[in-house]
């Protein structure tokens, strides 16, 4: 003990004597909770004393090294070799992850991290982020507690007393760090204030434009779009029924679709839009602005791919087609691309053979004007895109995309810096690779933007993406 008292590095806060003592102290606790009696109960101890011993030489395999130092002196104390194996045999079960194999190594184990069960925890807590962050393992307290949550979780202790003893403190030590966590990441509310009023302000002036391009463009000079907004046209002008409302029926089943696919605040967010739409399309008068077709076919056109891609850009949508198109690729071997495909040309056929050719193939124009104005307004997405992240803060992020997002990530290893003038200077990265859909951008790069504004964040696009937990549900 006096050679931990004096020759331990100055940069060990945590690895002390003091945890030392604690680490016997806790072990002789366990161990009679255990029924451990005897020669039993001095060995137990011997091997909490010299668990740590190795940090004299060095952090890395110290486990190792604490054993060489126990064969090293306790044969001068009058252990036998058996003994001594034994005493190696528990020290070796503190080493991470634990993995004992013998009683005395459980009880050990378990004595190692007594503390996360214990009222103390912060303060031995804040020691060993001390040292982690003094050893340049750690670079921040909030991706120090994002790191304890993970180890809390998939942590347990092995012996019953452990478990009845300390598993309820770990347990409520668990729960108060996850809402730390959330309360570090979760926006101001002047922020979240400022991003709805600028989603309620993108969905008004989305839905407008939208009814304007229906109203003033399509439905006077009777062309079509695709999607459920083309069925809902052809249904107004084949029945005259009343568009807002023919567009609200035809979307509620895959809104609904869209709450168990998608999730709540997708569905939520589409019903809104699709009402605010029904009451912009009474709201505005039936006129023609003009009776050129390829103008109607570029502006109607375009003019509703505007308004759709302004609502897709708060998290929702106006055309559940694409709802419909996922809900039916998990019972057919069909992709996407090709049950949208498939359901336009059902509903651009049938216009040709209602309303003419010529109306049908404008229609397709428009469809098209319609599909790339959508894709410039929501930054070229189709179906699923892959985002890159480099950011400093990537333990943080990895967090939010996992635990909010509920998306899969993959995890390279990287080197950011390398500026201009400054070639020489780099540092290790954890570079994130994930996938999801273009309705869940805007909410990771919320995500991301909470954690670090200056992440560098690009975005490809993906044709067509299986597997993994792309689809997973949302809550």
Not at 60 to 87: M, N, W
Not at 242 to 261: A, D, M, Q, R, T
Request: net charge neutral; aromatic share 10%; hydrophobic share 45%.
């Amino acid at each position: 003990m006096a050679k931990l008292e004096t020759e331990l590095p100055a940069l060990l806060v945590y690895h002390t004597a003091e945890h030392t003592r604690y680490v016997i102290a806790a072990a002789e606790e366990l161990g009679k909770e255990e029924g451990l009696i005897g020669d039993d109960v001095v060995l137990l101890k011997t091997a909490a004393l010299f668990h740590d011993a190795g940090f004299l030489q060095q952090s890395e395999g110290h486990e190792e090294i604490s054993c060489v130092l126990a064969r090293d002196y306790l044969p001068d104390f009058e252990y036998s070799s058996s003994e001594i194996e034994q005493i190696c045999q528990a020290i070796m079960a503190t080493r991470l992850p634990q993995t004992p194999v013998s009683r005395l190594g459980r009880i050990l184990a378990d004595a190692d991290l007594s503390y996360l069960g214990r009222p103390e925890y912060s303060e031995y807590a804040a020691r060993l982020y001390k040292e982690l962050k003094n050893a340049g393992v750690l670079r921040s307290e909030t991706e120090w507690q994002i790191m304890q949550v993970e180890f809390l979780a998939s942590h347990r202790y092995f012996t019953a007393a452990a478990q009845k003893l300390l598993e309820p403190g770990k347990q409520k030590v668990l729960q108060q760090l996850k809402k730390s966590i959330e309360s570090r990441l979760h926006p101001p509310r002047k922020l979240k204030l400022l991003q709805w009023t600028g989603d309620v302000l993108q969905t008004l002036v989305g839905v407008t434009v939208a009814g304007v391009a229906l109203k003033l463009f399509l439905v006077p000079n009777h062309f079509f779009d695709g999607g459920i907004t083309g069925i809902s046209l052809l249904l107004h002008e084949i029945y005259h029924f009343n568009l807002g409302l023919v567009i609200l029926l035809l979307n509620l089943p895959l809104i609904v679709i869209s709450w168990f696919s998608v999730g709540k605040r997708f569905a939520y967010r589409t019903l809104i839009s699709v009402i605010l739409l029904g009451i912009c399309l009474l709201l505005i008068p039936n006129y023609a602005i003009t009776a050129d077709r390829l103008l109607i076919s570029v502006f109607g056109g375009a003019f509703l791919g505007i308004g759709l891609g302004l609502i897709m850009r708060t998290g929702a949508a106006l055309d559940g087609i694409e709802v419909l198109a996922l809900y039916t690729l998990k019972r057919t071997s069909f992709t996407i691309s090709e049950i949208i495909l498939g359901i336009n040309i059902i509903i651009f056929t049938v216009a040709g053979f209602m309303f003419g050719i010529e109306t049908a193939l404008y229609s397709i124009l428009t469809y098209f004007t319609a599909t790339r104005c959508i894709d410039y307004v929501v930054e070229g997405l189709q179906a699923y895109t892959g985002v890159t992240i480099v950011s400093g803060k990537s333990e943080a992020i990895k967090y939010q995309l996992v635990n909010k997002l509920g998306r899969g990530i993959t995890v390279y290893k990287g080197e950011r810096g390398f500026l201009p003038g400054q070639f020489d200077v780099s540092s290790e990265v954890d570079i994130i690779f994930t996938v999801i859909t273009r309705l869940e951008l805007r909410k990771l790069k919320n995500l991301v933007q909470e954690v670090d504004p200056k992440a560098f964040v690009f975005a490809n696009t993906i044709r067509e993406a299986s597997g993994g937990i792309i689809k997973r549900r949302q809550h």
